[in-house]
């Protein structure tokens, strides 16, 4: 037997058709419970009991007590990178599911990958902060600059010092499985994510195992003259430093 990390393992674990339902619910970052969880995967509470033991074991996920409550989140974010990139290649594969919901649309358009944006407006954002020279990007290395700390600083009030983690780099490249190029990962990803929310510019599905992140209409307007798709946009402040002709007909988020 050759020496070294047991790949055969981790993917027998995630290549369980239950068990990749449960982790692709736990990717929405919220903790949740067997019963939730087996819920998602359409099995019975005694399976999953079984499932997510075996997954526990496998350091895959990690439970949580609160209460009489006993909660499952994912391990950490590397683990949800990789589940996100195993998606995109799924997709590029050809491997895709028959049966798709009335959410895939809004799914694609902005979700929550662990703890940051994904889908197409976080693959819009990443373009638009490279294009700023907000950060520079070599393949999958990304560095902020100092032009994007001052931009973090003055309009979503973020500081460097916001971003610091002894085990996680500021910025990290995650291939999204939808649109197959890059979106921001890392603390500064996680950290403007929250910023959305904390804004009320953005929130989470509320459904359970949901990943999808609706907009509401003053969040669309303030992300688009932040990010906007494909224009030059300033650093001097969100009012009037962006102005776009087809905003009204272009925009496709769920109104919140």
């Not at 990390?5 to 692709?24: E, F, H, K, Q, Y």
């Not at 594969?93 to 994904?118: F, Q, S």
């Not at 973090?152 to 197959?180: F, G, T, Y």
């Amino acid at each position: 037997m050759k020496a070294g990390p047991d790949i055969a393992m981790v993917a027998s674990l995630v290549g369980d058709p239950a068990r990749a339902n449960m982790l692709t619910a736990l990717m929405s970052g919220r903790a949740l419970t067997a019963s939730e969880l087996a819920q998602e995967a359409g099995i019975t509470p005694q399976t999953a009991s079984s499932h997510l033991s075996k997954l526990e074991a496998g350091g895959l996920i990690e439970p949580e007590k609160q209460g009489r409550h006993r909660y499952y989140r994912l391990t950490d974010p590397d683990v949800a990178g990789v589940l996100e990139g195993l998606a995109g290649l799924a997709a590029r594969a050809g491997h895709m599911r028959v049966r798709t919901g009335p959410k895939d649309p809004e799914l694609r358009r902005a979700r929550i990958c662990y703890d940051h944006l994904a889908g197409d407006l976080g693959v819009q954002m990443l373009d638009s902060m490279r294009t700023q020279r907000l950060v520079r990007q070599r393949k999958q290395d990304i560095e902020l600059t100092a032009e994007g700390e001052r931009f973090l600083q003055q309009n979503l009030q973020i500081s460097p010092e916001m971003l610091a983690h002894p085990r996680r780099p500021v910025c990290k490249a995650c291939l999204d499985w939808s649109e197959r190029r890059h979106h921001l990962a890392g603390t500064l990803g996680a950290a403007m994510m929250t910023r959305f929310a904390e804004l009320k510019w953005a929130a989470r599905d509320s459904a359970p195992g949901s990943r999808v992140v609706n907009f509401t209409r003053t969040g669309e307007k303030r992300f688009a003259a932040l990010f906007g798709n494909g224009e030059q946009v300033g650093t001097s402040g969100l009012d009037g430093i962006w102005t776009r002709s087809r905003e009204a007909g272009s925009a496709s988020i769920r109104r919140g």
